[in-house]
């Protein structure tokens, strides 16, 4: 089972910021779309940004200009960096990769497991 591990979840005050990264050990994701997505409790899975392979970025109107999306395909990683945090931003962040750049969960085939941002007011 291919796994990605995400990692720099936390708890920040509002108008904070975080980096949260994304790996694939073991395996070689560099032609495929990363996506970020996060859930909040009682709502669907929501879709955040992407970016393809070669680059091409993908954001939701709720976190342009406050998310960027970025990937290294050296390391094999792909980073989110929030600013401007707010407390509506609070919910389990996931990274995703797949075949296709789409903005559904069911365009990515692989997942991590989550990690929790909590952003205080």
């Known amino acids: 089972q291919v796994q990605l591990v995400e990692s720099g979840g936390g708890l920040v005050q509002a108008g904070g910021s975080l980096r949260l990264s994304c790996a694939a050990p073991g395996r070689t994701f560099n032609t495929y779309t990363k996506g970020w997505f996060r859930q909040a409790p009682g709502k669907e899975r929501e879709f955040l940004t992407s970016?393809?392979?070669?680059?091409?970025?993908n954001y939701a109107d709720s976190v342009k200009d406050r998310f960027t999306i970025t990937r290294d395909n050296a390391k094999n990683t792909v980073y989110l960096q929030m600013n401007s945090l707010k407390p509506e931003d609070t919910a389990v962040y996931y990274c995703?990769?797949?075949?296709?750049?789409?903005?559904?969960?069911?365009?990515?085939?692989?997942w991590g497991q989550g990690t929790q941002v909590t952003v205080s007011s």
């Open positions: 995703a990769t797949g075949r296709v750049a789409g903005r559904n969960p069911g365009d990515y085939s692989y």
């Open positions: 970016i393809t392979w070669g680059g091409v970025t």
